[in-house]
């Protein structure tokens, strides 16, 4: 397994903004760090749960299919691919709108988030299944993925107002970078290398 883009590609996406990054930048800036964190935490276990759910399912599949793991390594580098050309496009402006902030709008968003949930079940079979078969194991990653995502929603609350003034700033040379290393992740998860 290749560590580093598995670390780069759950970086780049769970910090990179999207729906629950814009909403969680936004209520900070309207109610405050400390009624967005339940919103985050909401988020989390939904994001942790997702994560379960595709290894749980992930691991059926493979059980079933072995051929599947390959097929899901090229969806995962299609979409992988995707993103990076979300990124880079993305315009400078992007404004979230007003929402609940509480646990359970961060719970329920997830699933309803596709950038999330494509995510969730891409990240699993293009990065763990390949090398790791134990249950154990996938355990193990869906935890450290689920504190990475934490992380990322919690720097969003922690940084709100400058890291929204840092993005418009710089957003074409921050897109650039964070579409290219999508790029580089996603052809380390194609086996084509």
């Given at each position: ?51 379960a759910a595709s290894a749980f399912l ?54 309803v988030n596709p950038k999330v949930i494509l995510f969730t079940f891409t990240v ?70």
């Amino acid at each position: 397994m290749n560590l580093t883009s598995f670390l780069i590609y759950c970086i780049v996406v769970t910090f990179t903004p999207g729906p629950s990054n814009i909403v969680i930048l936004s209520s900070v800036q309207h109610v405050g760090a400390r009624q967005t964190m339940r919103y985050v935490w909401g988020a989390t276990v939904a994001f942790g749960i997702l994560l379960a759910a595709s290894a749980f399912l992930n691991h059926l599949l493979a059980g079933v299919l072995p051929g599947i793991l390959h097929v899901m390594q090229i969806v995962g580098s299609l979409y992988m691919l995707y993103l990076a050309y979300q990124i880079y496009k993305m315009g400078s402006s992007e404004e979230a709108p007003k929402q609940a902030t509480g646990f359970r709008s961060g719970l329920l968003m997830q699933f309803v988030n596709p950038k999330v949930i494509l995510f969730t079940f891409t990240v699993i079979p293009s990065y763990v299944l390949p090398y790791y078969d134990s249950s154990l194991s996938s355990l193990l990653f869906v935890l450290l993925i689920t504190v990475i995502g934490f992380l990322a929603f919690s720097s969003w609350v922690v940084f709100g107002s400058v890291f929204r003034k840092f993005l418009q700033d710089h957003q074409k040379a921050f897109s650039i970078a964070m579409a290219l290393f999508l790029v580089y992740s996603a052809i380390m998860v194609s086996g084509i290398i």
